[in-house]
């Protein structure tokens, strides 16, 4: 009976987020043969398909999280699992996920600047990561405050997880930018994401629903940053100038913007 509980929630936990994955793999194949034929430029685009089903089961993870709030039966579903996690055995506690939740995003950016090719340049992976960071921190914390959910270990503002929502985004942006390379690369990031949310509920640190909610946040973050990225870049430059770049100044309490041109 152990076994088949912790197998069902495990799938509870996992099954959507492998599905997401899957997803983006089909959409990033898709794409690979339309890249090859395109010249540089194009291939670097950002022009990410979402498809109905990765919105659909993104967002529900993020409902999820905000009906148990009132849903006793999704309550004694999140103590169920913490006693399977973290109490059953007791056991010290592995704080990896502490490390672990950046490393996808730390693997593209140390693949580019290897000279490993992605979908961008490094400078355009490292904005669209720095976005999709902004988003995801601003959501979750936001969310913390406002419900003020304590933790199964008794601290304060478990949901949604933090660590989990930062997971899943550096593991959709590795699976965006190298996962049409090879699958390899999105299975090893997913993986990181999903050991990450696992760690988070074996140290007693969060809730199932917490980690089920970050993995939504966290996907659809990474997903929100590479369709805002260029429209945010496109403020600060211009084509019709050729290779002309518009920065923000201030000087002496003066706001303004500066135009550097290249020749």
Known sequence: MKIFSN?????????PILSLAQDSVDSLKADTGIMAKNNNEQVRRFKI????????????????????????????LDIAARHEFALEH???????????QFAPGVLVLGLSA????????????????????????????SLKRITKVPRPDGSSNAFPSGH????FASAE????????????????????????????????KHWLSDVVAGAGIGF????????LYPKIRGLFTS???GRSVMLPSYNHGTIGVGMVSYF
């Open 7 to 15: 197998l069902f929630l495990m799938v509870l936990v996992l099954g």
């Open 49 to 76: 398909r979402m498809s109905p089903f990765a919105a659909i089961a993104s967002s529900a993870g993020i409902a999820y999280g905000f009906v148990k709030l009132g849903n006793h039966g999704l309550s004694d």
């Open 90 to 100: 007791p056991h010290p506690k592995f704080r990896v996920d502490d490390y672990l």
């Open 114 to 141: 290897a000279g490993v090719k992605g979908r961008n340049s490094t400078l355009d992976q490292a904005g669209v990561y720095l976005l999709s960071n902004i988003i995801l921190t601003a959501s979750c914390q």
């Open 164 to 167: 989990t929502a930062e997971a």
């Open 173 to 204: 942006f590795l699976n965006q930018e190298y996962g049409a390379r090879s699958l390899a690369y999105s299975i090893s990031g997913y993986a990181a994401a999903v050991a990450t949310a696992y760690y988070r509920m074996y140290n007693n």
């Open 220 to 227: 659809l973050s990474t997903r929100a940053a590479y369709w």
């Open 239 to 241: 084509k019709d100038m």
